[in-house]
Structures are given as structure tokens and as C-alpha cells.
């Protein structure tokens, strides 16, 4: 993981940063709402339990959508009896109709700096973040977001549709795996992780932790130009985004093979330890149109559904 440490930290540096919160942040949420009458999270394709909502669960319950019938049982419902299948055949039998619940939600965002490189990830971010946020309400679900930075923080979502976010400046380092496992996610929630997973940790443990307790998971990974494709050449002031430290280098051509190597191993090994958890995985160009840049990958791999 040697080349994949210097990669992430790499990356992650930049001679200037975008402002993490954009003064048009009412404009991006409206965008979003607008979104996901086109878009939303794979709920309806999942298999969930909960208390009673609008989503189709697991088991059986009293909804309006007609499942499957099976013989009566002393102590059932007399309300769910088939009298007209008793009536062609004097045998009771039962009305069984799909459980309707609601679903939990955890979406789990990274705020650290990285998030913000440059101006158009900075609007991609909070993108998917409104977007997940409105799909998630937009679907019934019960939803909470936590915010990772140098802790795990739960942010209530009245205070996010109010746009009050307390992000911080500079912070001091704290891995993804250990933010996650900080992280009260709910039995059996969808965790949708906001990340772009430039963490010098390997992938593998908290793929585990997303899965824990039963739960399903989606990633989604913003990534820029700036950072896939860096055009370095020559002497190069970076800057760490976390630190904000200063530190300049001279980039030759090998340098740069060598890091774009690192950088394309690293997301191969999250996109791995994705598949082997039945985590949905993408990641989300920053320059593209939002519609665009989710049917990228987003939709195929079936973290959004269309």
C-alpha cells in the first residue's frame, strides 16, 4: 500500500482550494429536488424492515398489494380470509399482502478538505449530498446524516435543509476506518457513503464496517480532473489540504506515471472490496453534468436508479 499512501497524499494536495461552503447552496439543494424526480436511491429494489411506511419490506403485512395466500391458521386475521377461494373450495385460506415499511437511511459525509479541491468538486459534493438527502425524504425514509471529519458528528436534517454547516478548516487526520466505526448506524439502514475515499487506509476494513449489523451499502466517490489527471510538470507548490502545509517539488515525468499508476490501484482496490461486499460502487466525475456524470456509473453499478 506504499505507492497507494503516496498517491491519496498526493492527491489531496493543491497549490489553492475552493471555498467549502458555496454561497449558492440554496441553488444546488433546489437543483437536487428537481433531480430526483429523475433520479433516486435504490430503495424500492431492496429488501427492508422497519415500521410500517410506503416502502415494500421483507415480510408480510396489510398492505394494498396482494403477495400470496397460504391455509388459515387458528389466531388469524378473519378480515384477511379468502371467502371467495372458501366459496369454490369450503377450505379457509389467508390473504397475505407485501409488508410496507420505512426504510433507514445513515448517509455518512466526508468533509474533509479533499472534498472541496477545487470548485467544481466542491459543487459536486454537496450535489450528491442535497441529492441523497431529498431522495431519501423523497421516498419515505428515516433519515440521518453524519458528518465525518475529525469525529462523527450527526447533523439533523432541519439544520442541513437550513444550510448551517459547521465545517472545519484544517483538520488533524483521522482515517476513514475509524470514523466509521465512531458511526451509530442503524441495523438493517441503506449507509450511503459521500466520500472520495482519499484516505491513506486500506479499503477492507471499512467495507466491513458498511455492511455491518445487516446493513446495505452505496458509494459514492466525487473525484476532478485536477486530481485523475494532473497536468504537473516542473517545480509544483502543493499544499495538504488537511494541514494546510506547504510543500514544493519538482514533478519529472516517471513521478508522474508513478503516481497515476498509485492513484488507478487505490480505486481498484476499493472498487475489489466493493464487489466482494455487495457494496454498490462509483465514482462521480465533478466536471460533468449531474445527470451525466451519475449515468457514468452510478446507475449502471445500481448505486442510483433511473
Known amino acids: 500500500m506504499a505507492t497507494t499512501t503516496t498517491a491519496t497524499a498526493t492527491a489531496r494536495s493543491n497549490a489553492k482550494g475552493a471555498s467549502s461552503v458555496p454561497s449558492g447552496l440554496a ?11 429523475v433520479a433516486r436511491l435504490p430503495l424500492r429494489s431492496g429488501q427492508w424492515s422497519g415500521t410500517a411506511g410506503s416502502v415494500l419490506g421483507q415480510g408480510t403485512g396489510s398492505s394494498i398489494d396482494f403477495q400470496d395466500q397460504r391455509p388459515y391458521m387458528p389466531g388469524d386475521d378473519p378480515r384477511h380470509i379468502n371467502w371467495q377461494a372458501y366459496a ?53 425514509a428515516s433519515t440521518k446524516v453524519h458528518m465525518l471529519d475529525d469525529e462523527a458528528r450527526e447533523i439533523p436534517v432541519d439544520r442541513i435543509l437550513a444550510y448551517d454547516w459547521p465545517l472545519r478548516e484544517k483538520l488533524s487526520g483521522v482515517l476513514l476506518p475509524s470514523l466509521l466505526d465512531r458511526t451509530p448506524m442503524r441495523t438493517g439502514s441503506l449507509r450511503i457513503l459521500l466520500s472520495d475515499l482519499l484516505s491513506e487506509s486500506p479499503p477492507d476494513r471499512a467495507t466491513n464496517l458498511l455492511v455491518a449489523g445487516k446493513g446495505r451499502a452505496v458509494v459514492l466517490a466525487p473525484f476532478c ?68 456524470a451519475l449515468r457514468a456509473e452510478a446507475v449502471s453499478s445500481g448505486c442510483i436508479e433511473m
Open 27 to 37: 441553488a444546488i439543494h433546489a437543483r437536487m429536488k428537481a433531480v430526483t424526480g
Open 88 to 140: 369454490r373450495s369450503g377450505t379457509y385460506t389467508m390473504k397475505l399482502y407485501r409488508q410496507e415499511v420505512t426504510p433507514r437511511v445513515d448517509i455518512l459525509f466526508d468533509a474533509s478538505p479533499s472534498m472541496f479541491l477545487t470548485e467544481h468538486k466542491t459543487t459536486r459534493t454537496w450535489e450528491l449530498l442535497y441529492f441523497c438527502v431529498e431522495s431519501a425524504l423523497r421516498l419515505g
Open 225 to 292: 480532473l485536477e486530481e485523475s489527471q494532473p497536468d504537473w510538470d516542473g517545480n509544483i507548490e502543493f499544499e495538504e489540504c488537511e494541514s494546510a502545509t506547504r510543500d514544493k517539488r519538482r514533478v519529472e515525468k516517471d513521478t508522474l506515471t508513478r503516481y497515476l499508476r498509485a492513484y488507478a490501484t487505490h480505486f481498484g482496490l476499493w472498487r475489489e472490496q466493493c464487489v466482494r461486499h455487495g457494496i454498490g460502487f462509483a465514482r462521480v466525475p465533478a466536471e460533468a453534468e449531474i445527470l451525466a
